[in-house]
Every structure is written in structure tokens, then in C-alpha cells.
């Protein structure tokens, strides 16, 4: 950590005191006035059955909206591209299938970015999706899973399914002042799921509390279903191993050590939304918790890794949509070949979508594999190792290994050769800003979205959970969410803290 570092960071150790949060209850109340308003403003659900004005249907125990990549039976699932307009689904995604086996009612399909695309929830063929918090002018969603962070803060579901690749669901949820939730990769089933990156796509889980989350992986024994269908689904036996591994039960907060990665806090980090950085982690520590600086130096590469890794994935996924195999085909239907294929590819993809096909095709590219592929998956290592060396738990998918002193020259300091400070949880911002006008976006380049995921990225390239809990300062009236990132596997206890925080921010 850099001396000019500390030195912002310490300047906004603030008083917990000096900064007043707001109780979400009464927030929702305040909301609800407004709500058919907002309901038909807001653009969140692209088909539905009459289920969904039914709040007290007694033949189900919860209400769960289902993002547009997620399979469904009897919905279509379109991924808000024009390419798959009123595609149904033959079969159904196993989440929705083991959420309906605990008495969920699926009460619509909600709108998203294409194929998981973007960071606003804009890039649809639907149209874009409105904040529910949005007074005057239309504020972002957030994306790619803007829909059903919607639905969740209507209260149009209890519980609703997005997709998160690179903060898809983390970043809704910080927009629009929901609980957002990225669980270990592999921990839930992805078959049924339209790939965007197969290895960063997660099923990922929003609602009002990070308790109602826990209380459907955990105590319905979700995380322990292993499905056979999914190649990246953790096997029986690694559950088994992992569940062994790490700790169930969250501590008392005088024996939580989190840290505060010094990387996260950059220039272009919103002021408010430094002061509510500084004030939750002086008011967990005024509760017991111990606060510390880390340092993770592979977040200045992580973002550009991340989009290398991911577009090269998605040109490969998105190859078998071509008016043959999948998708509408083009106004020359009767074409064959190659104009065929682009005909249905340009007419039936949009803009982003075909920016991220490009770009990963270029990467891929026998002259530019090994200057951008091959270096984004080494620096993908890096960033688990980094996240491995500051967890105190043990990453339970590794075996252990003897400690190596190959690296400890004579010349280190003595701090460096004691090691970092091991922590159970890491705090930081879920988004640097707040959500910006949707008249705004039209003027904004891609790499401007593309920076907002920042923060979200690391944890999706590690594999590792996180969690967005939204907190409420006086001093603005939209949310600021705080992301929880935790070792591998340990998402019980990462919710818990999650609860923990939400119970202190609004104590």
C-alpha cells in the first residue's frame, strides 16, 4: 500500500456517527406510494403469467422472477436479443426446476442486456430498464440483471434468478438498493443457463435481506446438490470435501478480522460513496470487527483481463446462432452460406453484442493469442493468488501446500516476510459511482461502462462469492451497495456477515 494511499484512505476515516443511514423499511414504504407508476415506467418483466398481481397465491411459499437467459418451462426465454425472438425453451434450467421442489412460483421472465452484455440493463430488444428509484429523469437498472433487481424492489417477487459473469447481479442490486448475490463458482447448477463465458457465468440470487438467500441455499440444502448435467458443477465428493473445509457458523464480530483492499480506493471512486466506504468499516469496527488494510496488486490488471476472457468465450458460445442451428434468420431468409449466416447474425444481434464478438474473435487470433488470451489467463492466476494470500481460510479446492521460501531474499523488510494480515472478509464499494441518467448513456463509449465493473471483477475471475448489501446515507437519496467478498465455499458465513452488516448499518 502506497504512502499517498493511506493518506486518502486515513482521510476519511470518519466518525460512523457523522454519517446517518436511513432504515429500509421505512425507505419501501416511501417507494410503494409511487409504485404503479413505477411499475409501468419501470420496463422490468418481458413476459409473465397472471400469477404475478397474485401476492398471496397458497399454492406456492415464494414468488421468484426468472432472468431472460434462464431456461423456463412454458415462458420464452429470449435473452433480450432479437435473434431469439419468442424462442421457448424444450427443456427447463435446473435452478428453476429445484426452486420449484421448494414451492417457488415463477411469475415472470424478466428483461436483462443482451445475452448478459452490458453494465445498464439498456441493450435490449426489449428497450431499456428503468430504476424504480428514479425521481424526474430515468435512472439506470443497473445490468446485466436489471430486471430482476427490479422485481425484487417492487416487491413483484420475493426472490428472483440473474445471471452474474462479471458483476451482473451485484451491480443491479447496488443500483436499485436490493441484496445481490454471486456464490462460489459451481456451487449452483448452470445447465439451462445461455452461456455468456462459461467459466465466469454464476447463477446468481437477489432479494430484500441477505437472510431470505441464506434460508433458501442453506437450509434447504441447495448448496449441496450436485447436478450431473453441468460439467462446471462442483462434484459430490468436492462439496463434500469443501463443506468439511470451512467453517458454518459466522463468530462473534470481535473475532472477524475484514479487510479494505487499498487498490479499490481509486481517484475516480464518487466522494459519497468513499465517506459510506470509510463509515461502515468504522461503524463494524466500532461493533468489534477488526479493520485492515490489504493490498491485491493485480486490480489495476483484473478489468482488462476480464475483457480479453470473457468476449473471446462469448464469440465461441455465440458461433451456433446463425439462422441455422438457432436463432431468426435475416430479411433473405432463402440465402445460403455466409450470407445466410450474416444476414441472420447482423440483423439479429445488437450493437454490443457484436462489439464483444469481435473482440474476442480478434483475441483468439493466431497473432494476438499470446499477447492478449494467454496473458489475461495469467493474470487471472494472479488475481486468485492474491485473493488466496490475504484469506485466512485455506482455498478448499487446493491441496495444502509446504509455505516457500525461494521468495525470501535478505534484502525484504521485515513486514513483508511476517506476511499480510489474514482476513476473513474483504469490504469495498459494489459500483464507484451512482446510477447514471439513462439520457446520460446514450453519449457514454463502451469502455465507460465497461469500467464500471471494477470493483465486481476480481471475485468473478477468483470464482470466489460476493454479496452487494445496499446501504441508505442521509446524505443521498439512492442507496450505495457495499460488497462482501469471502474465500471459496464460505458463502454461508458470507451471508451471515452480510445480515450482520445490514443489521448494524440500520441499527
Given at each position: 500500500?502506497?504512502?499517498?494511499?493511506?493518506?486518502?484512505?486515513?482521510?476519511?476515516?470518519?466518525?460512523?456517527?457523522?454519517?446517518?443511514?436511513?432504515?429500509?423499511?421505512?425507505?419501501?414504504?416511501?417507494?410503494?406510494?409511487?409504485?404503479?407508476?413505477?411499475?409501468?415506467?419501470?420496463?422490468?418483466?418481458?413476459?409473465?403469467?397472471?400469477?404475478?398481481?397474485?401476492?398471496?397465491?397458497?399454492?406456492?411459499?415464494?414468488?421468484?422472477?426468472?432472468?431472460?437467459?434462464?431456461?423456463?418451462?412454458?415462458?420464452?426465454?429470449?435473452?433480450?436479443?432479437?435473434?431469439?425472438?419468442?424462442?421457448?425453451?424444450?427443456?427447463?434450467?435446473?435452478?428453476?426446476?429445484?426452486?420449484?421442489?421448494?414451492?417457488?412460483?415463477?411469475?415472470?421472465?424478466?428483461?436483462?442486456?443482451?445475452?448478459?452484455?452490458?453494465?445498464?440493463?439498456t441493450n435490449s430488444v426489449h428497450g431499456a430498464v428503468s430504476n424504480p428509484l428514479s425521481e424526474?429523469?430515468?435512472?439506470?437498472?443497473?445490468?446485466?440483471?436489471?430486471?430482476?433487481?427490479?422485481?425484487?424492489?417492487?416487491?413483484?417477487?420475493?426472490?428472483?434468478?440473474?445471471?452474474?459473469?462479471?458483476?451482473?447481479?451485484?451491480?443491479?442490486?447496488?443500483?436499485?438498493?436490493?441484496?445481490?448475490?454471486?456464490?462460489?463458482?459451481?456451487?449452483?447448477?448452470?445447465?439451462?443457463?445461455?452461456?455468456?463465458?462459461?467459466?465466469?457465468?454464476?447463477?446468481?440470487?437477489?432479494?430484500?435481506?441477505?437472510?431470505?438467500?441464506?434460508?433458501?441455499?442453506?437450509?434447504?440444502?441447495?448448496?449441496?446438490?450436485?447436478?450431473?448435467?453441468?460439467?462446471?458443477?462442483?462434484?459430490?465428493?468436492?462439496?463434500?470435501?469443501?463443506?468439511?473445509?470451512?467453517?458454518?457458523?459466522?463468530?462473534?464480530?470481535?473475532?472477524?478480522?475484514?479487510?479494505?483492499?487499498?487498490?479499490?480506493?481509486?481517484?475516480?471512486?464518487?466522494?459519497?460513496?468513499?465517506?459510506?466506504?470509510?463509515?461502515?468499516?468504522?461503524?463494524?469496527?466500532?461493533?468489534?470487527?477488526?479493520?485492515?488494510?490489504?493490498?491485491?496488486?493485480?486490480?489495476?490488471?483484473?478489468?482488462?483481463?476480464?475483457?480479453?476472457?470473457?468476449?473471446?468465450?462469448?464469440?465461441?458460445?455465440?458461433?451456433?446462432?446463425d439462422g441455422v442451428r438457432y436463432g431468426v434468420r435475416g430479411a433473405n431468409g432463402d440465402a445460403a452460406g455466409d450470407t445466410?449466416?450474416?444476414?441472420?447474425?447482423?440483423?439479429?444481434?445488437?450493437?454490443?453484442?457484436?462489439?464483444?464478438?469481435?473482440?474476442?474473435?480478434?483475441?483468439?487470433?493466431?497473432?494476438?493469442?499470446?499477447?492478449?488470451?494467454?496473458?489475461?489467463?495469467?493474470?487471472?492466476?494472479?488475481?486468485?493468488?492474491?485473493?488466496?494470500?490475504?484469506?485466512?481460510?485455506?482455498?478448499?479446492?487446493?491441496?495444502?501446500?509446504?509455505?516457500?521460501?525461494?521468495?525470501?531474499?535478505?534484502?525484504?523488510?521485515?513486514?513483508?516476510?511476517?506476511?499480510?494480515?489474514?482476513?476473513?472478509?474483504?469490504?469495498?464499494?459494489?459500483?464507484?459511482?451512482?446510477?447514471?441518467?439513462?439520457?446520460?448513456?446514450?453519449?457514454?463509449?463502451?469502455?465507460?461502462?465497461?469500467?464500471?465493473?471494477?470493483?465486481?471483477?476480481?471475485?468473478?475471475?477468483?470464482?470466489?462469492?460476493?454479496?452487494?448489501?445496499?446501504?441508505?446515507?442521509?446524505?443521498?437519496?439512492?442507496?450505495?451497495?457495499?460488497?462482501?467478498?469471502?474465500?471459496?465455499?464460505?458463502?454461508?458465513?458470507?451471508?451471515?456477515?452480510?445480515?450482520?452488516?445490514?443489521?448494524?448499518?440500520?441499527?
Amino acid at each position: 500500500m502506497t504512502a499517498a494511499t493511506m493518506r486518502r484512505w486515513a482521510s476519511c476515516r470518519v466518525d460512523s456517527n457523522r454519517i446517518l443511514f436511513r432504515n429500509p423499511a421505512s425507505l419501501r414504504r416511501l417507494f410503494a406510494s409511487s409504485r404503479a407508476v413505477r411499475l409501468s415506467a419501470c420496463n422490468h418483466f418481458v413476459s409473465h403469467d397472471d400469477t404475478i398481481a397474485n401476492k398471496a397465491n397458497k399454492n406456492t411459499n415464494f414468488r421468484v422472477a426468472v432472468k431472460d437467459n434462464i431456461a423456463t418451462a412454458g415462458l420464452p426465454t429470449q435473452c433480450a436479443s432479437g435473434i431469439l425472438v419468442a424462442h421457448v425453451s424444450p427443456f427447463e434450467a435446473t435452478i428453476v426446476k429445484q426452486l420449484r421442489a421448494r414451492g417457488a412460483n415463477v411469475v415472470g421472465k424478466t428483461n436483462m442486456d443482451e445475452f448478459g452484455m452490458g453494465s445498464y440493463s439498456t441493450n435490449s430488444v426489449h428497450g431499456a430498464v428503468s430504476n424504480p428509484l428514479s425521481e424526474g429523469e430515468q435512472l439506470s437498472a443497473g445490468g446485466s440483471s436489471g430486471g430482476s433487481a427490479v422485481a425484487v424492489q417492487l416487491g413483484d417477487a420475493d426472490i428472483a434468478l440473474g445471471t452474474d459473469t462479471g458483476g451482473s447481479v451485484r451491480l443491479p442490486a447496488a443500483y436499485t438498493g436490493v441484496v445481490g448475490y454471486k456464490p462460489s463458482y459451481g456451487l449452483l447448477s448452470r445447465y439451462g443457463v445461455v452461456p455468456y463465458a462459461n467459466s465466469l457465468d454464476t447463477v446468481g440470487i437477489l432479494a430484500r435481506d441477505a437472510s431470505a438467500i441464506s434460508d433458501l441455499v442453506f437450509n434447504t440444502g441447495l448448496y449441496m446438490e450436485h447436478d450431473p448435467s453441468d460439467p462446471t458443477s462442483l462434484s459430490q465428493k468436492a462439496r463434500q470435501r469443501c463443506a468439511k473445509a470451512s467453517p458454518s457458523q459466522l463468530p462473534p464480530l470481535r473475532d472477524v478480522t475484514i479487510g479494505i483492499p487499498a487498490e479499490y480506493n481509486i481517484e475516480e471512486l464518487d466522494p459519497t460513496v468513499r465517506e459510506v466506504w470509510a463509515a461502515t468499516a468504522s461503524s463494524l469496527e466500532s461493533h468489534g470487527a477488526r479493520i485492515v488494510p490489504v493490498s491485491l496488486p493485480s486490480t489495476k490488471e483484473a478489468l482488462c483481463a476480464y475483457y480479453v476472457l470473457a468476449p473471446a468465450e462469448a464469440s465461441s458460445n455465440l458461433a451456433k446462432y446463425d439462422g441455422v442451428r438457432y436463432g431468426v434468420r435475416g430479411a433473405n431468409g432463402d440465402a445460403a452460406g455466409d450470407t445466410l449466416y450474416s444476414e441472420a447474425r447482423g440483423s439479429g444481434f445488437g450493437e454490443e453484442v457484436k462489439r464483444r464478438i469481435l473482440l474476442g474473435t480478434y483475441s483468439l487470433s493466431s497473432e494476438a493469442i499470446d499477447n492478449y488470451f494467454i496473458q489475461a489467463q495469467k493474470v487471472r492466476r494472479r488475481v486468485q493468488q492474491d485473493f488466496d494470500r490475504v484469506f485466512g481460510l485455506e482455498n478448499p479446492l487446493y491441496e495444502p501446500r509446504q509455505f516457500d521460501l525461494s521468495e525470501m531474499s535478505a534484502d525484504l523488510e521485515l513486514a513483508d516476510k511476517r506476511g499480510p494480515v489474514q482476513v476473513d472478509f474483504l469490504l469495498c464499494p459494489t459500483a464507484p459511482s451512482f446510477p447514471p441518467k439513462l439520457m446520460d448513456l446514450e453519449s457514454k463509449s463502451s469502455v465507460d461502462a465497461y469500467t464500471n465493473d471494477v470493483f465486481t471483477v476480481p471475485a468473478s475471475l477468483a470464482g470466489l462469492p460476493a454479496v452487494s448489501v445496499p446501504l441508505w446515507p442521509e446524505q443521498s437519496r439512492l442507496p450505495v451497495g457495499m460488497q462482501l467478498i469471502a474465500q471459496y465455499w464460505d458463502d454461508q458465513r458470507l451471508l451471515s456477515m452480510a445480515s450482520k452488516l445490514q443489521e448494524v448499518m440500520s441499527s
